[in-house]
């Protein structure tokens, strides 16, 4: 084997390069595996990015990453076919320091947090994939194979941070097979419009951001969108369930084109120049689909060890990949030193991601993924209270004002919603949310 | 002294936006990169020096950001590495002059045929020019053979006709993108490039009076001059020229191997009557 690191990790996203940064900074020599020609060259996603997380790591965060806006603006949004229903937030606090979320894009960030880690001595080396785990005769993971000539790296610790489809976690026995109903496909185009003007439309002030999440708005695929204000560009999407997909046979970009032709939504976005259009799957289910988080040599960190929290209300994915990587980079380390890195060895990972947000978070909202992908969360629900809202605002003179109870049981009874399923899901989100 | 095999590079943004209204061009500094006629360049090089035990030395002239360009030339087994500093911008005979000193004394140097910046492609002959050595450029088929030094060549000429070459060295040769494939570097080199050395030179002063170029358009290839469809009336004329009158099923799928397909499309054509 030609070539050894103190650790190798498999992907420069926010969980690599955030590993990668810790092994670094306690001195541990460490290559980092990119299959992109550049780190984020190959990832998309939403375009929030909450790096609070990055307080006492890179503490000028807010100042040196490449960030587009500060979010100021959150609309929370329930769509229906023709209808739509805000609930618009805004706090002049988000803008100021410590800040809260930042629209960005991740060619931009990614490549940015690689830096960070290769400033701190990390070995970045891009175009090359990792195609397979090299384990000793007892089974301990003991380096990677990549598609390059010659291309095997020995290591004490892999950390693999490959995304969501953790074909390393599968390959060292620490993932399950994949179950479709635990991803949901993201699907978005980015649109370029003039700066000033997007802060025309949107009511901001430069430098400020508005984050829209959408419930519903998805047609008859379950699911929902979301619509991001960078500096001169928008990323509009939506976020589907990959089940509903299949069986709808409506091409994921139809339903993108619907949302984005919403009366609610296509003033928002009228006459963007499309810029950039993709997909890509992203883990839901949380803890149900979490792999066991450590093996013998090998750690498991971000979308591939589904961390990524989607808890209806919240999708965060980047500051978990960046918490868990950073707590894999810190765990290996100190396995390095200790001269042990078994699975027992490693145990310090998951203690550290249970002291954390991470594991807090996910246990928290352990039910969460099941509640928010149920079809009355995603299709009966928003119809339910648009339904009404409208009546409650519709004016019937000279028919007289019904009671409110009476216009809830129509609603509820328009959208095939029963008192029982009411009671049940209220229920379920008191215990999940609470 | 081991013989010398140079490779004459030049770093560009493979990608960059256009707007479409204005035109304005939104570069991509993270696509820097070479072309793929670049990357064939120095393919050719390393054949040719594995069959000679030459060393290859791979110049570029440029900014700083040339460098980490020329890294990836060293993973793929260049030897030595140097960049030329001059204005961005130079004309092609400037930086012809440029790099003709680090390339002198190589038995061949191998260009890209054009750069994808809009390159007009004359580096590599004023090259030849001022190294007073013999060109064979626009190569579009490289054979190295078994001698040492030399090579032979299908190459373009003007008017779609084309020209069988053998070449020996001292010789500027510059070859398509299509000629190889640039060999997938070792992890070992990839990962010994990062610290390979970049020797720096100065770029001669400019000659004056420098050749000014004002304008360039993109290449047009020539007008054929091709006789009228019949028809009374400019509709026929023009319902006969977009095939619109052509009997239905006219087209064939067919799946077939490129030199096939080039073939029955050529059959197809000349049976429609639209070959001379
Ligand atoms: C449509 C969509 C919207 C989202 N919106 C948001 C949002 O607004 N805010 C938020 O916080 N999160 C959001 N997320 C989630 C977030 O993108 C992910 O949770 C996060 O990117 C996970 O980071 P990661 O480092 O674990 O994985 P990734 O970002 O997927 O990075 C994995 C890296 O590994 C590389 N790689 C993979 N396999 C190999 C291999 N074999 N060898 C070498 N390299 C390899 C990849 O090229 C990639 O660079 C969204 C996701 C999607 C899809």
Redesign the interface.
């Known amino acids: 084997m030609a070539e050894r690191f103190d650790a190798v990790v498999v992907g420069a996203g926010p969980a690599g390069s955030m590993a990668a940064l810790q092994l670094a900074r306690a001195g541990r020599s460490v290559c980092l595996l990119e299959r992109g020609p550049f780190p984020g060259s190959k990832n998309l996603y939403g375009g929030v990015v909450y790096a609070r997380v990055l307080d006492g790591i890179l503490p000028r965060w807010a100042e040196e990453a490449p960030l587009e806006r500060f979010v100021t603006r959150r609309v929370t949004m329930v769509l229906t076919a023709t209808q739509s229903l805000a609930v618009d937030f805004r706090s002049s606090a988000w803008g100021e320091a410590p800040y809260n979320g930042a629209t960005a894009l991740r060619p931009e960030f990614d490549a940015w947090l690689a830096a960070q880690a290769e400033a701190e001595g990390a070995v970045l080396v891009c175009s090359t994939t990792a195609t397979g785990l090299l384990v000793d005769a007892s089974g301990a993971v003991v380096g990677v194979r990549t598609d390059r000539p010659g291309g095997e790296i020995g290591a004490g610790v892999v950390v693999a941070c490959d995304g969501v489809n953790a074909l390393l976690a599968k390959e060292a026995g620490l993932a399950e097979a994949p179950d479709p109903s635990h991803y949901t496909l993201g699907v978005k185009q980015v649109l370029r419009l003039p700066e000033a003007e997007i802060e025309r439309r949107f009511g901001l002030a430069p430098g400020e951001g508005a984050d829209f999440e959408i419930l519903g708005g998805t047609g008859e695929v379950p699911g929902g969108g979301f619509l991001y204000t960078n500096r001169d560009t928008l990323s509009v999407g939506v976020v589907l369930s990959l089940d509903g997909l299949s069986r709808s046979a409506v091409r994921p970009e139809e339903v993108l084109a619907g949302l984005t032709a919403h009366p609610a939504i296509a003033p928002l976005v009228d006459g963007g120049e499309v810029v950039e259009f993709g997909a890509h799957l992203i883990p839901e289910a949380g803890l149900e689909m979490m792999p066991r988080l450590a093996g013998d040599g090998i750690l498991v960190a971000g979308d591939a060890a589904g961390m990524c929290l989607a808890a209806g209300i919240w999708l965060e994915g980047v500051n978990f990949a960046m918490a868990s990587g950073s707590a894999a980079g810190e765990a290996a380390a100190e396995a390095l030193v200790a001269g042990d890195t078994t699975r027992r060895g490693l145990a310090g990972y998951e203690a550290r991601l249970s002291s954390g947000f991470v594991l807090a978070d996910h246990r928290r909202l352990r039910h969460a993924p099941g509640l928010v992908l149920s079809e009355r969360v995603q299709r009966r629900y928003p119809e339910m209270v648009c339904n009404l809202v409208e009546e409650l605002f519709t004016v019937r003179n000279p028919a007289p004002k019904p009671g409110v109870v009476q216009m809830a049981r129509r609603a509820a009874r328009r959208s095939g919603v029963g008192l029982g399923d009411l009671l049940r899901d209220g229920w379920r989100a008191w215990r999940t949310f609470g | 002294m081991r013989p010398l095999v140079a490779v004459c590079w030049k770093a560009v943004e493979l990608r960059a ?1 256009v707007d ?1 209204l204005t035109g304005e061009i939104r570069p991509d500094p ?2 820097l990169g070479v072309s793929p006629a670049d990357e064939a360049a120095l393919e050719w090089a390393l054949r040719a020096a594995e069959g000679t035990g030459a060393a290859v030395r791979v110049v570029s002239a440029g900014g700083p950001e040339a460098d980490g360009v020329l890294r990836q030339a060293a993973a793929a087994g260049a030897a030595e590495l140097v960049r030329v500093a001059i204005e961005p911008g130079s004309p092609s005979c400037e930086v012809a002059r440029a790099l003709a000193p680090h390339v002198a004394g190589a038995g061949l140097v191998w260009c890209g045929d054009v750069s994808l910046d809009r390159g007009s492609g004359a580096v590599p002959a004023f090259l030849a020019a001022e190294l007073g050595v013999a060109q064979a450029l626009g190569l579009l088929e490289v054979d190295l053979g078994a001698g040492a030094g030399g090579f032979s060549g299908l190459r373009r000429l003007d008017g779609g006709r084309r020209e069988r070459l053998r070449v020996e060295g001292p010789a500027v040769a510059s070859c398509e993108g299509g000629t190889a494939r640039l060999r ?5 080199l ?2 010994e490039a ?1 610290r390979a050395p970049v020797r720096i030179e100065a770029a001669p002063p400019p000659r004056r009076p420098a050749p000014h170029v004002v304008g360039r358009a993109p290449f047009r290839p020539r007008a054929r001059v091709v006789p009228p469809p019949p028809g009374e009336h400019a509709a026929d004329r023009v319902r006969a020229l977009i095939g619109a009158e052509a009997p239905a099923g006219r087209a064939r799928v067919v799946t077939l191997g490129p030199e096939e397909a080039a073939e029955a499309i050529l059959e197809a054509l000349a049976a429609w009557g639209e070959l001379p």
């Open positions: 936006g479409p993270r696509s997938r570097a070792s992890l070992h990839m990962l990062r």
